[in-house]
């Protein structure tokens, strides 16, 4: 949904650099989640994100990433010393400032992606 | 933990011609099951979801889908399909009992329709 911003939409690093990708929510929304889609695989969960608070992180490497969501300003996807294994589409959604549930209809907003290619 | 293979990463049709996207799950629980669209240069849409109740779910744009549960599959269809339905389509699965959030996509598959 064009209402989630993601900048850069494509990312080019060299080996050992830092990525870093920002994501807006949709106006209203404060839950932030991020996702990733290597090649030739299905997008994946990383992590999820309240204001100032990492509700869930149970998708993200152990090492070299990190996300945050300040109290003012978008959400951050940031990789450290970026690998080859890194290249791949990174996707940010959000949703109302209230728990998901499928129960009650409510649905997550994705944005365009952002594409991080490592040379 | 779950799995969805959707079975064909390119279908191409003429405009006007029924499609059929394929798509099944393996899952030890029991599962919710979507359908997102991407069309070019957005963001994924949600298509249809299925709850509970009734296997036929209808979605936007004319697109219904069928859930199996016996042949685990969910498969997307429609009846005519047009120039604007070229995008890639992916399926999805989150657990039930869970947050909609932790979603399980499949691979995706591109409809291109022609003219």
């Known amino acids: 949904n064009a209402g989630v911003m993601q900048n850069p939409r494509h990312l080019v690093r060299r080996r050992g650099q830092e990525a870093r990708l920002r994501c807006s929510p949709m106006?209203?929304?404060?839950?932030v989640y991020w996702y990733r889609q290597l090649p030739e695989e299905g997008l994946k969960f990383m992590v999820y994100l309240q204001k100032e608070n990492i509700i869930d992180e149970s998708g993200m490497p152990k090492e070299r990433f990190s996300a945050e969501f300040p109290k003012e300003g978008p959400s951050i996807l940031r990789i450290q010393q970026v690998v080859r294994g890194d290249s791949a589409a990174y996707f940010c959604?959000?949703?109302?400032?209230?728990?998901?549930?499928?129960?009650?209809?409510?649905?997550?907003?994705f944005g365009e992606g952002s594409w991080l290619t490592v040379v | 933990a779950q799995s969805v293979t959707q079975l064909d990463s390119q279908v191409p049709v003429f405009e006007e011609a029924p499609v059929e996207l394929r798509c099944n799950y393996s899952?030890?629980?029991?599962?919710?099951l979507f359908w997102y669209v991407q069309y070019p240069n957005q963001g994924l849409q949600l298509l249809l979801k299925y709850l509970s109740g009734s296997t036929l779910v209808k979605g936007i744009n004319g697109f219904e889908a069928e859930f199996n549960k016996s042949q685990t599959s969910f498969h997307l269809r429609k009846p005519s399909v047009h120039i604007s339905d070229t995008a890639e389509y992916f399926c999805?699965?989150?657990?039930?009992?869970?947050?909609?959030?932790?979603?399980?996509f499949g691979k995706g598959t591109l409809l291109t329709v022609n003219p």
């Open positions: 959604a959000s949703s109302p400032p209230f728990r998901p549930t499928v129960r009650f209809g409510n649905t997550i907003y």
């Open positions: 899952s030890s629980v029991s599962v919710y």
């Open positions: 999805a699965v989150s657990e039930v009992g869970g947050s909609n959030y932790k979603l399980t």
């Open positions: 106006k209203g929304h404060s839950h």
